[in-house]
């Protein structure tokens, strides 16, 4: 079977899960704080925090963001409505309430339906790189400046992906990434929250932790926010380890399977807009009708032995969850890609013949279209 994702453990990461287990030091710690290094030196900003996993890497940033606004008591966020549901999670679990944009044809949020959303009660947009591919940051952060809005750049499906040059995620006011088994950098699970910003930097570290005051004698068991758990563990943080020795080469390997694809298969999903690179967490594809789809994912599956599955879906229309919203809206690209969408594996653990079989099936099967087109 030709897995959706791959995690890889390195000599690094081995040498380093011996020598943990031989100085029974399996808790968050030194290896932590080393990957924590490692991410802030390659992303190149000042602060990079350690967290479970990329839900909850949202839902510090937001909590922190919420923390520094207390007094003027904003709770409106505005969001893709096609995402994982996560994301969307990450904003329930702060009390906070989402406010739903319809996507492009790439996937991403419109941001030319933005600024129709703003008002005295936002807090934040919080757009997500959807697929590796990067949102439109500059108009976000247009509307950031000129409403003074927090950004908050969901970046889990795109470590390493550029806009105009640089890394997407550091390119608002936070950025949150996951370390899950489909991601640039997988751990199994885990994640982590990069800014420049001191004051997100040291919330978050106490909001992981339950809330806690700080890590001193002293402080240890005063809580003074309500908090989660959401630490990352020593085996993420040594997996993590072993996969940054090689992870530009990894991430360049992805974007070459992603291109391989595009040329051979003629289908050309993933084409960069101006001032994109993208390291691609699947290759997505459309298809002729949901009906369709759904006999395809298991043509893929028996037929050519490839793991495929579906894009998001529109979170407030397509998603019993979020039902109790009760959103009268209509968000019809969102909507679309949520019953047509479907994506196959594109990570760096693919084999050259892997490759020939993901474009075989796409060459082969029928009503098979690219997306964002």
Not at 81 to 102: C, E, G, M, R, S
Not at 113 to 127: G, H, R, Y
Not at 257 to 278: A, D, K, Q, V, Y
Request: net charge negative.
């Amino acid at each position: 079977m030709i897995k959706s994702a791959r995690v890889r453990i390195t000599d690094r990461t081995r040498q380093l899960m011996t020598e943990a287990m031989n100085i029974d030091l399996l808790d968050q710690g030194r290896y932590t704080e080393k990957l924590e290094a490692e991410l802030a030196d390659w992303f190149g900003v000042k602060y990079a925090i350690g967290v479970a996993n990329g839900t909850m890497a949202d839902a510090c940033a937001l909590a922190a963001i919420r923390y520094l606004n207390e007094e003027e008591k904003r709770n409106e966020v505005i969001v893709p409505a096609l995402t994982f549901i996560a994301q969307i999670n990450a904003v329930y679990y702060n009390h906070l309430k989402p406010i739903f944009i319809d996507a492009c044809p790439d996937g991403n949020m419109d941001v030319d339906q933005i600024e129709l959303k703003i008002n005295e009660k936002t807090l934040a947009i919080m757009p997500v790189h959807l697929l590796g591919r990067p949102a439109k940051m500059h108009k976000i952060s247009e509307l950031a400046r000129k409403y003074n809005l927090f950004v908050v750049e969901d970046a889990c499906e795109a470590m390493g992906s550029l806009y105009y040059g640089t890394r997407v995620g550091t390119l608002g006011d936070v950025g949150c990434f996951s370390f899950y088994v489909s991601h640039s950098l997988a751990t199994g699970e885990g994640g982590v929250v990069i800014t420049n910003n001191k004051r997100i930097a040291d919330l978050v570290r106490s909001l992981r932790n339950h809330g806690r005051q700080s890590e001193s004698l002293e402080e240890k068991f005063q809580f003074p926010r309500v908090g989660f758990s959401a630490k990352m563990n020593c085996m993420e943080a040594i997996i993590g380890l072993g996969g940054m020795d090689n992870i530009d080469e990894s991430l360049k390997t992805r974007r070459a399977h992603c291109l391989t694809i595009n040329r051979l298969s003629r289908i050309e999903s993933f084409c960069e807009n101006p001032g994109e690179m993208i390291i691609p967490h699947g290759y997505p594809l459309m298809v002729s009708t949901n009906e369709r789809r759904q006999k395809l994912l298991s043509v893929f599956t028996e037929k050519y032995g490839i793991e495929a599955r579906q894009i998001f879906s529109s979170v407030p229309t397509q998603s019993g969850a979020y039902k109790y919203l009760n959103d009268q809206e209509h968000h019809p690209v969102a909507e679309d890609i949520g019953r047509r969408g479907i994506y196959l594996p594109c990570h760096d653990g693919l084999s050259t013949k892997d490759l020939q079989t993901i474009i075989l099936a796409i060459q082969q099967e029928e009503n098979l279209n690219a997306f964002g087109k």
